[in-house]
């Protein structure tokens, strides 16, 4: 409704009338008319500025609070909607409890648990209590993503993880896995000599999104390197990079188009800047507080 409602202070809406007050408009709604005529009862309609004139040099302050009340109502009475829709259709599980206020959530880290309770609405992280928090107005689209919070909150279990680890241990996969941490740890990557990324800038890669900070020239070997780059040929040199910084990937201009077929290196979407830049600012918020307690 915010959106929606706009304000604009100054003089009466007609040019021979110089009141003071705050020209304002919204999509018609009879019953939003209705209280909005009894709120304020001295507001007449323009038809030139197509708006209601309220006259008054507070006008704009007053339809301010107003327009908060509305909101504070309408929230009031979605959360009630999605606490009764909850009360109908529960979501059974022990990473769920209920609040005053709405949902709190508590699992085991998962980057996919973040990723989706990202996108429910309003959601947001308690740094302090270490557990998220849902509005009952976000239920629907919490229940239509809960499935994958369930299933990522119980591989990240403790005891499943664990349980994982073992029966990786001294197999091929494992032995892979470490190779392939080995070789992100040299933080290079191989870039064909004819398309070379920009320097100092953030792009995308398969190892995420980073900044090239050299291009060394040392021609890949590909043989070399087969299992964990297996399109590199001769003509690929080195490329150096490092993580990029919050301001970086806040600064990033984001592209319009995916990831064009075959491309070692792209400019990042915005569906690809904002995780990121939520690791980003998380990492510098965690930063920021051990530097405080310490």
């Known amino acids: 409704m915010q959106g929606e409602i706009s304000a604009i202070s100054g003089n009466a809406n007609e040019p021979d009338d110089a009141k003071p007050g705050a020209n304002v408009n919204f999509p018609f709604d009879r019953m939003t008319v209705e209280q909005f005529r009894r709120r304020f009862p001295r507001a007449r309609w323009s038809d030139i500025r197509q708006a209601w004139f ?7 302050r007053r339809f301010g609070k107003w327009l908060a009340e509305r909101e504070a109502e309408i929230d009031a009475h979605a959360d009630a909607k999605g606490r009764d829709a909850f009360d109908f ?9 209920l609040g005053k206020a709405g949902f709190r959530i508590k699992t ?4 996919t648990v973040v990723e989706t309770l990202h996108e429910v609405p309003f959601s947001r992280w308690d740094g302090d209590l270490k557990i998220w928090h849902v509005p009952y107005r976000s239920f629907e689209e919490l229940r239509q993503r809960w499935p994958q919070i369930e299933a990522a909150a119980r591989r990240n279990e403790p005891e499943e993880r664990r349980r994982r680890a073992a029966e990786r241990k001294g197999s091929e996969e494992q032995m892979l896995s470490r190779r392939r941490s080995i070789e992100r740890k040299r933080r290079r990557y191989p870039l064909m000599s004819g398309h070379l990324p920009p320097i100092g800038r953030v792009v995308a890669t398969s190892y ?16 070399a390197v087969a299992e964990f780059y297996p399109d590199v040929t001769e003509d690929h040199v ?28 792209w400019t990042p979407t915005i569906d690809e800047l904002r995780p990121a830049r939520r690791a980003a600012r998380s990492k510098e918020a965690n930063a920021i507080r051990s530097q405080s307690s310490s």
Not at 89 to 97: M, N
Not at 208 to 223: A, H, M, R, S
Not at 243 to 264: C, F, H, I, Y
Request: hydrophobic residues 35%; aromatic residues 10%; without cysteine.
């Open 108 to 111: 085991p880290y998962s980057k």
């Open 54 to 60: 309220i006259p008054g040099r507070t006008a704009s």
């Open 89 to 97: 259709d529960p979501i059974d599980s022990s990473y769920l409890e």
């Open 238 to 265: 080195w490329g150096l990079w490092r993580t990029p910084t919050l301001d970086e990937l806040v600064r990033t201009w984001p592209s319009k188009t995916a990831r064009p077929e075959g491309a070692q290196w």
């Open 208 to 223: 995420g999104l980073v900044v090239f900070t050299d291009i060394t020239g040392e021609l890949v070997e590909p043989q």
